[in-house]
């Protein structure tokens, strides 16, 4: 695999974890998850994924509803990267990733975005919570 090709999956990894992470704190206060995250994780500090990574930390702990919860998560950060890749790499070649740099790249170009990939843009955006 060629050094280009391996920093474009690792981006697009990135920006799908991102996805997941944005729907994991939305469970920490309400869903599947909730009682889970307050049980194992109410004492980390939210940011940088450290709830994400608390969480995965206490997978085998966790709630039946909150494995399903976290698996499907995980399908969706899979189908996310797989339909932005190709945006990815046509748009974002050359940003560093991180701090949501590949995220933002995209969210600049998300009217010239393949159909599935933009898709995936207005259906995380109804499903944020508020910033606070």
Request: hydrophobic share 40%.
């Amino acid at each position: 695999m060629s050094i280009t090709k391996a920093f474009v999956t690792m981006a697009i990894a990135l920006f799908a974890a991102g996805v997941a992470a944005d729907a994991l704190a939305q469970q920490r206060s309400e869903g599947p998850c909730a009682g889970d995250v307050k049980k194992f994780c109410g004492d980390v500090k939210p940011g940088r994924g450290a709830i994400a990574k608390c969480m995965k930390a206490h997978e085998a702990e966790l709630s039946p509803a909150c494995r399903e919860a976290s698996k499907a998560r995980a399908e969706k950060a899979e189908r996310v990267r797989e339909e932005c890749r190709a945006d990815t790499e046509k748009f974002c070649k050359g940003i560093t990733p991180g701090g949501g740099r590949i995220l933002s790249c995209l969210k600049s170009r998300e009217a010239e975005l393949q159909p599935a990939c933009a898709a995936e843009f207005k259906h995380a955006g109804k499903r944020r919570p508020p910033a606070q």
